[in-house]
C-alpha cells in the first residue's frame, strides 16, 4: 500500500482533504471584497466615500505583498520537511487571520487600532496564502494519475470556486433577512464568525493527510540556502511563471472580489444583484476548470493559454462597455460568464504548467513565489486599481483594460517558457513537462 492512496474512492477523499484548507483561504478573501462597502464604514470612516474604499482596498491588497515572503519561508519549509506539515501550518496562520478580523471592534470603539488590527489580520492572511496555493497544486500534482495532471490540479482552483458559492449564498441569505442598517451594523461579521467555525473541522481534515510518495521518495532534501541559490539561479523561470500568473490572479479578483462593489458602486445593482451574478461566475468557474485542465491533458498547455489570452485582449474592454452602456442584471450576468469562460479556461492550463515548469527540488517555493508575486504586484491590488482607473478616466468599463494588460502579460509568458513550441501546441510529456 502507498502513502497516497490509490484507489478512485481514496484520490478523491485526498483531493477534497488538500483542498479544504484552500476552501477557507479563498472564503475568507471573498468575504472582504462582499462587504467592502461595509468594512470600509466600520474601520476606515470617511466623508469621502471613495476614499474610504480605497483605503479599505488598499488593505486588502496589502495582505498581497506578504505573500512572497510566504512563498520562500514557508515554501522552503514545505519543500525541505514535507508537503503535509506544511499544509498544516499554513492552516494555522490563516485561522489567526480570520479570527483577528472577524472580532475586531470598530474604529468608532477603538480608533486608530480597529484597523491597524485588520491590516495584521490580513497580513497574516497574506503570509499563509503566499504558500498555500502552491502547497496545494504540487501536492494534487504529485499525487496525480499519469496523463491527468491537469485535471488533477484544477481542481486546487475548483475549490476557491465553491467558496466563492459558499459566500455569495450566505451573503445573499443575508441581505433577504437583514436590513442594510443592520447588515451595516453587525450583520456583515456572521460570514466571517462562520469562517471561525469551519476551522476546526478543517485542521481536523487536513490532519489526515498523508505525504505524497514523490516526495518520499527523493533521496535529498535541500536545505534553506540550496533553495535561494536555486531559485536565484532559476530567476528567468520564476519571472516567466509570475507573468503567466498575471492573467489568471487579475481575472480572479476582478470577476470574484471585485464584482460585487462593481455591480453596486459602479452600475447602481442591488446587493442581491451582484450576489446572484458572482454566485453563477462561481458555478461556471467550478465547471469550466476541471474541463479544460483536463483537455490540457489531452492537447498541451500552450494551444490553451495562447487562445485565451488571444480572446481576452480583443473581447474584454468592449464586452464592458457594451454592459455599462446597457446596464441590466442580465447583461451583468452575461458579462461576467465570459469573463468566467476566459478565466476558467486560461487557468486550467496555467496553473498545471506553472508546476511543471519549476525545478523539481524547489517545485513548492518556485510556484509559490511565481503566484505571489504575481498577486501582491497585480492581481490583490486589481479592486483598486478598478475603482482608481474608473475615478481617474470616468470611463466605467476601464476596468477592461487592466484585464487586457494582464492576458498581453499571459501571452508573453508563454513565448518565454515555451518559444517556438507553444505555437505548435507542445503536448505534455516533451518540453513543457520536463
Request: glycine letters at 10%; a positive charge.
Amino acid at each position: 500500500m502507498t502513502n497516497v492512496q490509490k484507489t478512485g474512492h481514496s484520490r478523491l477523499s485526498t483531493v477534497l482533504r488538500v483542498t479544504s484548507g484552500n476552501f477557507l483561504e479563498m472564503f475568507d478573501f471573498f468575504l472582504y471584497g462582499f462587504y467592502a462597502t461595509y468594512i470600509a464604514k466600520t474601520f476606515f470612516p470617511s466623508n469621502d466615500e471613495y476614499a474610504s474604499l480605497i483605503l479599505t482596498f488598499a488593505t486588502f491588497g496589502a495582505g498581497f505583498l506578504m505573500r512572497p515572503l510566504g512563498a520562500v519561508i514557508l515554501g522552503s519549509y514545505i519543500d525541505r520537511i514535507g508537503r503535509r506539515k506544511g499544509l498544516i501550518i499554513t492552516l494555522g496562520i490563516m485561522a489567526m487571520g480570520t479570527v483577528l478580523i472577524a472580532f475586531v471592534p470598530s474604529y468608532a470603539s477603538i480608533g486608530i487600532a480597529a484597523p491597524t488590527l485588520v491590516l495584521v489580520g490580513r497580513l497574516l492572511q497574506g503570509f499563509s496564502a503566499g504558500v498555500e496555493l502552491g502547497g496545494v497544486s504540487v501536492y494534487l500534482s504529485e499525487m496525480a494519475t499519469p496523463g491527468r495532471k491537469g485535471f488533477y490540479v484544477s481542481w486546487q482552483s475548483a475549490s476557491q470556486q465553491v467558496a466563492i458559492m459558499a459566500s455569495a449564498i450566505i451573503g445573499y441569505t443575508l441581505s433577504q433577512s437583514l436590513s442594510p442598517a443592520q447588515i451595516g451594523d453587525w450583520g456583515w461579521r456572521v460570514p466571517f464568525f462562520i469562517g471561525c467555525m469551519i476551522v476546526p473541522v478543517i485542521f481536523v481534515i487536513r490532519r489526515s493527510l498523508q505525504e505524497t510518495d514523490e516526495f518520499l521518495a527523493r533521496q535529498h532534501h535541500p536545505s534553506f540556502r540550496e533553495i535561494l541559490q536555486s531559485i536565484g539561479s532559476n530567476w528567468s523561470i520564476v519571472l516567466a511563471g509570475m507573468l503567466m500568473v498575471v492573467m489568471t490572479t487579475v481575472s480572479f479578483y476582478l470577476i470574484t472580489v471585485y464584482t460585487p462593489t462593481f455591480g453596486k458602486s459602479v452600475l447602481k445593482l442591488s446587493t442581491s444583484d451582484s450576489l446572484l451574478t458572482t454566485f453563477c461566475v462561481g458555478v461556471s468557474n467550478f465547471i469550466w476548470l476541471p474541463v479544460m485542465g483536463a483537455l490540457s491533458d489531452r492537447i498541451g498547455r500552450p494551444k490553451i493559454l495562447i487562445v485565451f489570452t488571444v480572446l481576452s485582449m480583443l473581447t474584454v474592454y468592449p464586452l464592458m462597455s457594451w454592459l455599462v452602456a446597457n446596464i441590466t442584471f442580465g447583461n451583468l450576468l452575461i458579462t461576467e460568464l465570459w469573463l468566467s469562460f476566459l478565466y476558467a479556461s486560461y487557468n486550467g492550463a496555467a496553473v498545471v504548467a506553472l508546476t511543471e515548469v519549476m525545478p523539481v527540488h524547489v517545485r513548492t517555493v518556485g510556484f509559490s513565489l511565481a503566484y505571489s508575486l504575481a498577486t501582491a504586484i497585480f492581481g490583490g491590488f486589481t479592486p483598486m486599481v478598478s475603482t482608481w482607473l474608473i475615478e481617474t478616466t470616468g470611463d466605467k468599463a476601464a476596468p477592461g483594460y487592466w484585464m487586457s494588460f494582464a492576458a498581453a502579460c499571459g501571452l508573453l509568458s508563454v513565448f518565454m517558457l515555451y518559444g517556438r513550441k507553444g505555437l505548435r501546441a507542445t503536448l505534455p510529456g516533451t518540453a513543457a513537462a520536463k
